[in-house]
């Protein structure tokens, strides 16, 4: 963990267990070996010590391994209370601990340095996602399996097929077999100019194609509130 | 004189390959060119007999191959046209007897004295289609206008794609123009759709294109028949005439145009 000094601030508290220096975020407390009532007592006579420099100030407080119950930690939060201290995080290694701290509201991990503010240049290149793009025909017998998405430039034939994890674009007509979302993406989509498929897969549904009739207009099939949806490509309206 | 290779096949079987091949071997002999055909079809030759040639083979393609007689000896000369040649397949070994590479340099030499060189490749996507179209210059596809063998013709067309002997040229055959009428079968429109490639032929069905294969006479040796004015049509096509293709309107004698009258809309 990184410390930051607090300007104007470089005294430091020592006693035997209790190590107390400022940070950033107010004061860190942190609590060496030893069992945790005496840790605790130390901790509030150095504050009843030092009582004008403790008033009103944000203590977080590393335990270490220590595993603090709700009843213990509730206490110690209510004491420093007392004193005017206001303790916001628990900093410790026992998951059980930093489970009781949450319990409580308490923070249990010290703000990261906030990243110096730079201004960037508005991004608009996107990274796109990986597929394949296949500018032919796929006739009879072929077959496209991609763990990306999957362009194609040309027709599907009855008797090819294509398999993508991803989503499924063709640019020509679909009349073999297409499954998109393969590895079970209920968000892939499959476009076509044309759509007359042998079959049409979206993840793990199969969609009911009515009849035997082709759609010969663009369109975009998708899952839609549970069943796979075909319908036609409006320029406008997108 | 440098020879064109020409490799008939369809993957579906019964298409009409066979018959095809033998017809284009007739009817461009007939017109003068120097033709031979060579059966790929090992272990299940049929194009003799279509040409009426099986009770003159001796040597056969693997003797050929594996060199117990002389290429000219494995050739049988048809009588009917002079220059028309036929090198028989083995019936008594199979596919994996001749290789692709045994066929290039089987047409290899042959070219030099032949116009054209016509194989007929047996059915399937197997050894004896890759032997056959390994030598291919172009390679004509044989399908009829029903689903299962165009599914198989576009298997077959993406097949010889792969192996860039492409783009192959189709051959739709047995179109029943009746039924196309009624909407009962595929239209040259339908297949060609699908299929993409080019036309070089319509045949229509014809019942004397079986009669004249039992007899061993294929049917462009008679150019009045529909079927083998189709098949004469496609030879010219090869030769790089531009042939319109044919009506495929069938002419209808009084009795049918009775019928029609009294029953519209089909037989």
């Known amino acids: 963990m990184e410390e930051y000094p607090a300007p104007g601030l470089d005294m430091m508290f020592e006693t035997q267990i209790v190590h107390i220096k400022g940070i950033k975020d107010g004061l860190l407390v942190t609590i060496g070996e030893g069992d945790w009532p005496g840790a605790q007592d130390a901790l509030l006579s150095s504050i009843v010590e030092k009582a004008s420099f403790f008033q009103g100030a944000r203590v977080a407080m590393e335990v270490g391994n220590r595993v603090l119950h709700a009843a213990e930690l509730g206490a110690l939060r209510d004491k420093l209370a007392d004193q005017g201290v206001s303790l916001w995080a628990v900093i410790s290694s026992s998951p059980g601990t930093e489970q009781t701290a949450q319990g409580l509201g ?18 608009t290149t ?34 090819a097929e294509v398999i993508s994890d991803g989503s499924i674009m063709v640019w020509g007509r679909v009349r073999g077999s297409v499954i998109a979302g393969a590895g079970g993406d209920e968000n892939a989509v499959v476009c076509a100019l044309a759509m007359d498929p ?15 009739k082709a759609i010969l207009q663009p369109v975009c099939a998708s899952i839609r509130n549970g069943i796979i949806t075909v319908e036609p490509w409006k320029l406008k309206e997108r | 004189m440098s020879a064109t290779v020409i490799t008939v096949t369809s993957g579906k079987g019964g ?4 018959t095809t091949t033998a017809n284009l071997a007739v009817a461009l002999a007939a017109g003068g060119q120097k033709v031979v055909c060579i059966d790929g079809d090992i272990g299940l030759r049929n194009l003799d007999v279509i ?6 083979i001796v040597y056969d393609l693997v003797d050929v191959v594996e060199g117990r007689c002389r290429l000219k000896q494995a050739m049988i000369r048809d009588k009917r046209l002079q220059e028309l040649y036929l090198i028989p397949a083995a019936q008594t070994r199979d596919k994996n007897a001749v290789s692709p590479s045994d066929m290039v340099r089987l047409t290899d030499d042959l070219r030099e004295e032949f116009d054209w060189i016509l194989i007929d490749s047996p059915a399937g996507i197997e050894r004896g289609f890759r032997n056959s179209v390994a030598p291919a210059d172009t390679v004509l596809v044989v399908t009829n206008p029903e689903v299962s063998a165009v599914r198989d013709a576009d298997r077959i067309i993406g097949l010889i794609e792969s192996e860039e002997k492409g783009p192959a040229k189709l051959i739709l055959n047995r179109v029943n123009q009746e039924m196309v009428k009624r909407g009962d079968m595929l239209t040259p429109a339908d297949v060609l759709e699908l299929l993409a490639v080019e036309l070089i032929g319509i045949v229509p069905e014809d019942d004397h294109v079986i009669m004249s294969s039992n007899r061993g006479q294929p049917v462009a040796l008679d150019p009045k028949t529909r079927a083998g004015t189709a098949f004469h049509h496609i030879a010219r096509r090869l030769k790089g005439e531009d042939v319109p293709f044919m009506n495929l309107e069938v002419k209808e004698d009084i009795f049918q145009k009775l019928s029609r009258l009294i029953r519209p809309g089909g037989n």
């Not at chain 1, 990986?130 to 796929?138: D, P, S, Y």
């Open chain 1, 198 to 212: 042998t079959q049409l897969r979206i993840a793990n549904l199969v969609a009911n194609l009515p009849g035997k």
């Open chain 2, 15 to 18: 298409v009409g390959k066979t």
């Open chain 1, 106 to 123: 308490l923070a249990t991990r010290l703000s990261l340095p906030r990243p110096e503010r730079t201004v960037r240049p508005l991004d």
């Open chain 1, 126 to 159: 996107l990274e796109g996602e990986n597929g394949v793009f296949i500018r032919r025909t796929l006739r009879s017998g072929f077959k496209i399996a991609s763990h990306g998405h999957v362009s194609v430039l040309g027709d599907i034939n009855p008797g």
């Open chain 2, 51 to 56: 040409l009426g040639l099986e009770n003159r």
